[in-house]
């Protein structure tokens, strides 16, 4: 009885750049399926560059996955395989594909002969997660003018693919993206059957044929097994640091409150002592009048102390 074949998780470092690092083929299928291209502006030909020397992020040593390449049309693209979110992606990622834009332009260049950067992001974590992004998993970020969004700026290209959002809703809508994204999210360690509409996609099959187990060495599945360990840790290192962020956060702002709810006490106090001082001088003052009158009308000085509560000596100063 011929065992079933098992397979690894296309999103490790070691399977996504045996895929997508080392088979420009492969790469350049995905890449026509999930950018954002006109049909005659496809990519044709693929090839592979130096990857530029970006600083780590700490603590994120292990979470980036990357591939750099360039095609016929001399676009760049920079493919990053995200196990894990935090903002700061999206600032590298900004970061990476415009230090990737500027060094194309040599000694003597003209800003004409500037090609396009697109920098995809695809994460396997949610990072948008209000209602109206409920149910949006594709974000294509580019410089368009605020008002007249047709209106645009050529030269830097961002999208971030949510994979955990994706679902295949409509098989028929952007068939080959759907296969590939459906790839990257059903095939893992616990796949046991591959759907036959995969197999239907030369590309992707050769991807499968890519991650079958038995096609690693020992020494590879101990590597791969040792990246899924790091991403753990790091994430759980990570969310550790994210609460302690979020327990400062509300400590502080439990702080503030209370900061604020003493200032206004003591305003309180201060306000309530003018007050009391405005009534006791009014009262004073009311008090002085009636012993003016009464002094006026020629009562006696003992009644008037009696009734006004004033001093011999106030009294006779009136």
């Not at 003052?285 to 002094?295: G, S, T, V």
Request: charged share 35%; net charge negative.
């Amino acid at each position: 009885m011929q065992s079933k074949v098992k397979y690894l998780d296309p999103k490790n470092d070691l399977t996504f750049r045996k895929i997508f690092g080392e088979r420009p083929h492969l790469l350049k299928s995905f890449l026509n399926s999930v950018l954002p291209f006109e049909e005659d502006r496809q990519i044709v030909t693929l090839e592979y560059l130096q990857p530029e020397i970006i600083p780590e992020l700490p603590n994120l040593k292990r979470s980036i996955v990357d591939v750099h390449c360039t095609d016929n049309y001399g676009r760049t693209f920079i493919v990053e395989m995200q196990m894990y979110w935090t903002s700061a992606f999206k600032q590298r990622m900004l970061f990476n594909s415009s230090k990737a834009y500027v060094k194309q332009l040599k000694d003597g260049g003209k800003y004409r002969e500037l090609r396009p950067v697109y920098g995809l992001s695809l994460v396997d974590d949610i990072f948008l997660t209000t209602k109206e992004f409920e149910n949006i998993y594709y974000h294509h970020y580019s410089m368009v003018h605020s008002q007249q969004t047709n209106e645009k700026i050529e030269g830097l290209e961002l999208i971030f693919i949510e994979l955990p959002k994706f679902k295949a809703q409509n098989y028929n809508d952007k068939r080959l993206q759907t296969l590939w994204l459906r790839f990257l999210t059903e095939i893992d360690e616990t796949t046991t059957e591959v759907p036959e509409d995969l197999k239907s996609v030369d590309a992707i099959r050769e991807a499968l044929d890519c991650v079958e187990k038995r096609a690693f060495t020992e020494e590879e599945l101990m590597y791969y097994d040792t990246y899924w360990d790091a991403i753990r840790i790091e994430k759980a290192a990570l969310e550790e640091l994210e609460e302690k962020n979020q327990k400062l956060t509300i400590e502080k702002e439990q702080a503030k409150q209370l900061l604020e709810e003493e200032r206004r006490q003591k305003e309180e106090e201060r306000r309530q002592k003018e007050e009391a001082k405005k009534r006791e001088e009014e009262a004073k003052r009311k008090i002085i009048e009636l012993a003016k009158m009464l002094k006026e009308m020629n009562v006696a000085i003992e009644k008037i102390i009696e009734k006004t509560g004033l001093s011999k000596e106030e009294i006779e100063k009136l």
